[in-house]
């Protein structure tokens, strides 16, 4: 089946601070990635939509300019939280749609960001 | 915009036993797609079964089993022979098809727990 890798699977930074998370598609090419913020007990929230090559949609609420979405190839996108606080700290999940068209979103593992 | 409602925030059952996830939905879509995810404690999100709306026959993966109820708007699952490890949440979730970038609405979710 269709794996999405995500690096890494959990980070620990310090309040101002960047940090990157890399989601992967393995074994297809990805046309659209997913990015979603999950708290303990919650749903997912999505946050925003990147396709390869534009710039990415974000969701009414989602600052741009604080989290940087890049999909820079088809197998690869990234979501970096810029000057990060402890009230970004949350689960942070991808998931990648099939360029050959399947409707099904593969996600994932999950990446557990810590602000201290 | 869709919506999901997950009415059960969390049941329990006896292993071995059947048990009902409840789901409903809105939208004015025609052409869509359900679907259920589980969520174990490893937080990986795992496709249990999807639904796509212009079928008629309830999609089954071996012990689950939808009921779909387009007229009403109704998605249950049922997990026949219930298993410790189907201890999980549960997300229904709705995704309008025929667009590369149509995003997956996620109910609230429903907390199961399989009892040994």
């Known amino acids: 089946g269709a794996v999405v890798s995500q690096h890494p699977s959990w980070v620990i930074c310090k309040s101002g601070t960047s940090v990157k998370i890399e ?13 979603y913020r999950q708290f303990p007990k919650q749903s997912l929230m999505l946050m925003a939509t990147s396709n390869e090559g534009s ?48 409707e099904t979103q593969y996600f994932g593992p999950g990446t ?3 602000v201290l | 915009a869709q919506t999901v409602t997950q009415s059960q925030p969390e049941m329990s059952v006896q292993e071995a036993e059947t048990v009902t996830l409840s789901c409903t939905y809105d939208t004015s879509e025609s052409n869509y797609y359900l679907f ?19 079928k008629q026959q309830n999609a089954t993966e071996n012990r689950f089993s939808v009921n779909f109820q387009k007229a009403a708007k109704s998605f249950s699952l049922k997990i026949s022979d219930s298993q410790l490890g189907d201890t999980a949440m549960y997300f229904c979730a709705f995704m309008r098809a025929g667009n590369r970038d149509d995003k997956i609405i996620f109910g609230k979710g429903t907390r199961l727990h399989i009892l040994p």
């Open chain 2, 36 to 54: 259920w995810y589980k969520q174990p404690p490893s937080r990986q999100m795992i496709l249990v079964i999807r639904q796509e709306a212009y």
């Open chain 1, 23 to 35: 989601c992967r598609s393995l074994d297809f090419q990805a046309t659209t990635m997913f990015w």
């Open chain 1, 55 to 102: 710039k990415a949609t974000y969701e009414q609420g989602v600052e741009k300019d604080k989290f940087l979405i890049n999909h820079a190839s088809l197998t690869l996108s990234t979501l970096t939280v810029t000057s990060a606080h402890p009230e970004d700290s949350s689960f942070y999940i991808c998931s990648a749609r099939d360029l050959k068209g399947s």
């Open chain 1, 112 to 114: 557990r960001l810590l």
